[in-house]
């Protein structure tokens, strides 16, 4: 788990079947101090997450794949929870 800030959404006309009903989100995932940490990730988001939010994202595809109960989703990162300013 890692904290994120929401930096944006994706659009998509044609995706993977298992992501049907998701929203799509760009998070960067922060570090030490809220400095960016890697490269800005998509996300898939259920929660109702909103731009300039903080979050709270998972990497375990496993788990993410679960949640999508598809095996062969190609989504890795999703929320887990929102940070109340």
């Known amino acids: ?3 994120a800030k929401i930096i944006g959404r994706a659009t998509s006309t044609v995706k993977h079947p298992s ?3 998701w929203k799509l989100l ?3 995932p ?8 890697g490269a800005p990730q998509l996300i898939i988001d259920g929660l109702g997450a ?3 939010d903080l979050v709270v994202i998972t990497s375990d595809g496993k ?3 679960e949640t999508v109960n598809a095996e062969d989703s190609p989504i890795r990162f999703m929320v887990l929870g929102l940070i109340d300013p």
């Open 26 to 28: 760009i998070a960067q």
């Open 30 to 37: 922060l570090g030490v101090n809220d400095k960016p940490d």
């Open 50 to 52: 909103a731009q300039g």
């Open 1 to 3: 788990m890692q904290i």
């Open 63 to 65: 788990t993410v794949r």
């Open 19 to 21: 992501l049907q009903g």
